[in-house]
Nanobody, 119 residues
Framework: QVQLVESGGGLVQAGESLRLSCRASGTFFAITAMGWYRQAPGKQREWVATITSGKSTNYADSVKGRFTISRDNAKNTLFLQMNNLKPEDTAVYYC?????????????WGQGTQVTVSS
């Protein structure tokens, strides 16, 4: 029943910006804490940012000050504004519900959207 569709990725140069979107199906989006995750080549999938139903946010240290997570509950859509991108941000980016449990405990993922940052 759950569908997660990420979009907005692309190939950019270091220092440029991208805005990712995540369209989520389901009745309970507005009351669900959501997050962005990413998986870089050769690395484990990791948490990037969180936004609660009350729109409080938290970020991984690696992206703090550069990325901004937001949501539009009327459209069941999650966003990630990524500024001053760095080559180490290169990864497939995924959206999902947020959990404080290990990321490996999340069983369902969408296809993600590829972000590639050249130096």
């Amino acid at each position: 029943q759950v569908q997660l569709v990420e979009s907005g990725g692309g190939l950019v140069q270091a220092g440029e910006s991208l805005r990712l979107s995540c369209r989520a199906s389901g009745t309970f989006f507005a009351i669900t804490a959501m997050g962005w995750y990413r998986q870089a080549p050769g690395k484990q999938r990791e948490w990037v940012a969180t936004i609660t139903s009350g729109k409080s946010t938290n970020y991984a240290d690696s992206v703090k000050g550069r990325f901004t997570i937001s949501r539009d509950n009327a459209k069941n859509t999650l966003f990630l504004q990524m500024n001053n991108l760095k080559p180490e941000d290169t990864a497939v980016y995924y959206c999902n519900k947020y959990t404080s449990a290990p990321v490996s405990g999340i069983n369902y993922w969408g296809q993600g959207t590829q972000v590639t940052v050249s130096s």
